[in-house]
């Protein structure tokens, strides 16, 4: 599947730029795109660049797994879109990759790169045989690619809307305490935990479901023997998921609920005495309570600081996560003003995101 695309704007400055290709000229409203207020997604699907279509070879496939397209917006500044293969890489290496790009923008040669940087690992020193043959089987990769695969497209029109929220350390740090008083031997409370939590609680009291499950990816490069190289370039991410009948999330306890089911998931997978890497299927007995009918994911992490990159003009104006439209997952980032916050990306329908505005206002009360 395609990983997210991402959205950096940039405002400008009278700093020459470095060789670009522009893409395009947009008359969207710069100032909008960079908002936090709910816009219509399907603004931003121009400003992402589409992978180009699968084709046949005369024994195989090819797919195509990197796209990068620059839009620039007259007399306010520059987008920078970018999509990829998941295959290719998950957001660690999306990230060093970034960081890399942006430094040797910024400062016109490679030999500060090369000389403070980590070179890219491109050897494959992830070697699961049999986890391959598991997910090779169960996903139908074979028969998927006969058929003829072709990348997700983003379609418009669309009904829905994108906008961001912030949790402030304030705010988490209180989150966190109210976890810890009412859930003392919740092995797990990180401020990842509570914002995914309290989001997820606001999502289920704004929509009208039964079953749902919330699911996130786990950087195991350092939690295998042995590690990994931190820069190896690729994807090595393993999923954490936690599933709940949706009345445990809309009700009083609902964000308790669903804190305790992330922490608990996840405090099982870092501790997994067989390694996260395991033979057999992750989603084995998953549905043993019925089909779901929300699957929320996670796109990012605050550990990765997409706020600090810089090619030479300043920090971006904001960074958007435009993946979270194809799969209804929401986005998790450290914040521009502060690493300490963070901004939570939100995709909903034009009424979903009517209801949750005030349900996410009103449910920080108890702790501001």
Not at 60 to 70: A, E, G, M, R, T
Not at 102 to 108: H, L, Q, V
Not at 116 to 142: A, H, Q, S
Request: aromatic fraction near 10%.
């Amino acid at each position: 599947m395609a990983s997210l695309s991402i959205l950096n704007v940039l405002e400008q400055s009278d700093v020459s730029p470095p060789p670009a290709t522009v893409a395009d000229q947009s008359t969207l409203d710069f100032n909008d795109l960079t908002g936090n207020h709910p816009r219509d997604c399907g603004k931003f699907y121009h400003l992402i660049p589409l992978l180009p279509e699968a084709a046949k070879e005369s024994d195989h496939l090819k797919i195509p797994v990197f796209s990068v397209q620059v839009t620039f917006f007259p007399n306010s500044g520059i987008s920078i879109g970018m999509t990829n293969h998941h295959s290719l890489s998950d957001a660690s290496t999306r990230f060093c990759f970034m960081k890399a790009w942006t430094s040797i923008a910024r400062s016109g040669t490679d030999a500060s790169f090369l000389a403070n940087g980590t070179l890219p690992v491109f050897d494959r020193v992830v070697n699961y045989p049999k986890m391959d043959e598991i997910y090779l089987k169960n996903l139908e990769v074979e028969t998927a690619f006969k058929k003829g695969y072709q990348p997700p497209r983003l379609s418009v029109p669309t009904d829905k809307v994108r906008a961001t929220f912030i949790l402030t350390r304030t705010v988490i740090t209180r989150l966190k305490k109210w976890v810890s008083t009412q859930l003392p031997t919740l092995p797990y409370v990180s401020s990842f935990t509570v914002a995914c939590g309290y989001i997820w609680s606001c999502i289920a009291k704004s929509r009208n479901d039964e079953l749902e499950i919330f699911g996130f990816s786990v950087d195991f490069r350092a939690r295998i023997d042995p590690p990994i190289p931190a820069a190896y370039f690729g994807n090595c991410a393993v999923i954490c998921l936690a599933i709940a009948k949706t009345p445990m999330l809309t009700g009083n306890e609902g964000f308790l609920n669903a804190a305790k089911l992330i922490g608990e998931n996840l405090h099982k997978i870092l501790t997994d005495k067989n390694g996260v890497v395991n033979d057999k299927w992750p989603f084995e007995g998953l549905f043993s309570q019925g089909l779901p009918t929300t699957m929320m994911g996670v796109v990012g992490t605050p550990k990765l600081k997409f706020y600090d990159l810089d090619f030479g003009w300043g920090k971006p104006r904001k960074h958007e996560a435009i993946w979270i439209d194809y799969n209804d997952s929401i986005s998790v980032n450290a914040c521009k003003e502060s690493n300490e916050d963070l901004e939570i990306g939100v995709c909903l329908s034009a009424t979903e995101m009517e209801a949750f505005v005030p349900i996410f206002n009103k449910g920080l009360e108890i702790y501001i």
